[in-house]
């Protein structure tokens, strides 16, 4: 019991420290057209993140995928409960 106690208050004050242990080939260009690139980051603790982090220009290669972002739903959606919703057209 006094385990769970001090396992509980450990996580309280655990602050993560963050190190990035993958990268992905998906890039995006920030409003300002500097890349950043997906990565993983995890933490000792086990808790993880995606994250988009600044890169160079010429860390950017030509295999990388540029991942674009839509304002709009209509299409292509793949959530699969707003599949049905749009499987008429
Ligand atoms: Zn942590």
Redesign the pocket.
Same mark, same amino acid.
């Given at each position: 019991m006094f385990s769970k106690i001090f396992t509980t208050i450990k996580k309280l004050f655990?602050k993560? %420290?963050f190190k990035i242990t993958e990268y992905s080939n998906i890039i995006q260009y920030d409003d300002m057209g500097y890349p950043l690139r997906l990565f993983i980051e995890r933490? %000792?603790?086990g808790?993880c993140k995606q994250s988009w982090i600044d890169i160079t220009e010429s860390a950017v290669r030509k295999t990388d995928a540029v991942c674009k972002w839509y304002k709009s739903i209509n299409k292509p959606v793949t959530p699969a409960s707003q599949l049905a919703s749009i499987s008429g057209d």
């Open positions: 655990h993560h %420290d933490c %000792d603790c808790e």
